[in-house]
């Protein structure tokens, strides 16, 4: 398939002949502008505020989960539900090496290592064969815990992530990781709206973590929550999230180390009129998925669809090209022409961070580096 005609299918579908298209940006057209004039008029702009109980009211109903905790970004999200999981430092987490930056790093904040293994080629999101593999053949178990046969450090979480939206094999990943009695929390920050059945994803773990960014389905500026059905984790998460304080007239008076992690209302307020507008933005991307399956049909470059069984949000579009010298080709081209494309991130075993962080055999990771790219998934307005 040539790329310009690639370049001309993708300005014609969003109807933009000569400016640049980005790859994902905003879509404001409800109640944002009322929302956000109400909590500057209120004077109700921080932490403190209606839109952010309403914005975690909303998360529940969208997601179907028992309790939804706002915070300020998805990072601080992980890095908070990492500390709810019960991660200690020089404690080891289990996640994928194909994922942004942002999941290896909470797990960092937290002060444990990542462990880095394989995902699958279809979801791009952690293979349970290649967690399976791993814990069996690199661990021991001691009591009700599992160590690395390695380093003798604890494995206290394990950590996967549905990659541009499509859902990961969940539900394995959930079986085995409750087999060995280590928690699991979704890294769902690209897929909301996302489900596995009929089933939210980031509801299947012990906590899911979502993302507001700007470049996200769903954009507050910046914004994050963490999703749970377990009643004292939630309970803590909100307590630890806001400065740890008990509760008193006046007195400050804090039992443990807190964190200003807190969602403002001002960013609540977005929030809230962008999730309004989710089942339409929803509606929108799958749209613009399905123009992209039926352009690339029977083409040399192959469309990544949906993981059967699950309903994707299409995040990201993304493309599988024939090696890298063709994935390079395509990108040059396509930036040049002004169709913003971006290749997938480059896997974490091979930043200078992580770079000596025990890791399982990488080769479908290493494979999908090489070959997948983003295209411009904005949501069209009609
Ligand atoms: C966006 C993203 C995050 C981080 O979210 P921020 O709100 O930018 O902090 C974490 N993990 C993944 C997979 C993401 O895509």
């Known amino acids: 398939m040539k790329t310009t005609d690639i370049i001309q299918f993708v300005r014609k579908t969003f109807q933009e002949p000569e400016a640049f298209i980005p790859l994902h940006v905003p879509h404001f057209s409800g109640n944002e502008k009322k929302y956000v004039i109400e909590t500057i008029d209120s004077t109700f702009v921080s932490s403190v505020g209606a839109y952010v109980n309403r914005f975690e009211e ?7 989960a028992k309790h939804a905790i706002a915070t300020v970004n998805g990072t601080t999200a992980l890095h908070l539900s990492m500390i709810m999981a019960g991660v200690k430092r020089d404690e080891l987490v289990i996640t994928q090496a194909l994922t942004f930056v942002a999941t290896a790093n909470a797990i960092a904040h937290a002060g444990a290592q990542p462990i880095f293994v394989d995902v ?20 021991v178990q001691r009591g009700k815990d599992v160590f690395s046969k390695k380093t003798n450090q604890r494995i206290a979480a394990i950590l996967p992530m549905h990659t541009f939206g499509h ?29 596995v059945g009929d089933v939210h994803t980031g509801t299947f773990g012990l906590m899911g973590t979502f993302s507001f960014n700007g470049n996200k389905t769903v954009t507050c500026g910046g ?82 669809k949906e993981p059967e069984g699950t309903k994707s949000n299409y995040w990201l579009n993304a493309v599988q090209l024939k090696d890298l010298d063709n994935r390079n080709t395509f990108l040059t081209e396509l930036n040049e022409a002004g169709v913003m494309s971006r290749p997938i991130w480059t896997l974490m075993t091979k930043l200078p961070m992580y770079q000596n962080c025990e890791h399982g055999e990488l080769s479908q ?13 904005s949501v069209i307005g009609s």
Request: proline share 5%; with cysteine.
């Open 120 to 139: 699958d080629k279809d979801t791009m999101g952690m293979s349970p064969d290649a967690l399976l593999d791993f814990i069996e053949n690199n661990t």
């Open 167 to 195: 859902p990961a094999r969940i539900k394995k990943l959930v079986e085995i990781a409750n087999r060995y009695n280590i928690p699991l929390v979704e890294d769902a920050a690209e897929s909301i709206g996302s489900y």
């Open 58 to 64: 909303m998360m529940q109903g969208i997601t179907g």
């Open 223 to 304: 914004g994050g929550a963490i999703i749970t059905n377990n009643d004292d984790v939630a309970k803590h998460a909100k307590y630890v999230s806001t400065t740890a304080k008990q509760p008193h007239p006046y007195l400050f008076f804090h039992d443990e180390i807190g964190y200003n992690y807190r969602m403002p209302n001002l960013n609540a307020a977005l929030a809230c009129a962008q999730l309004e507008q989710l089942d339409d933005f929803i509606v929108s991307k799958r749209k613009l998925a399905q123009k992209y399956i039926d352009f690339f049909e029977g083409s040399d470059i192959v469309f990544k």
């Open 365 to 377: 990771s290493l494979w999908l580096e090489e070959r997948i790219v983003n295209l411009p998934s």
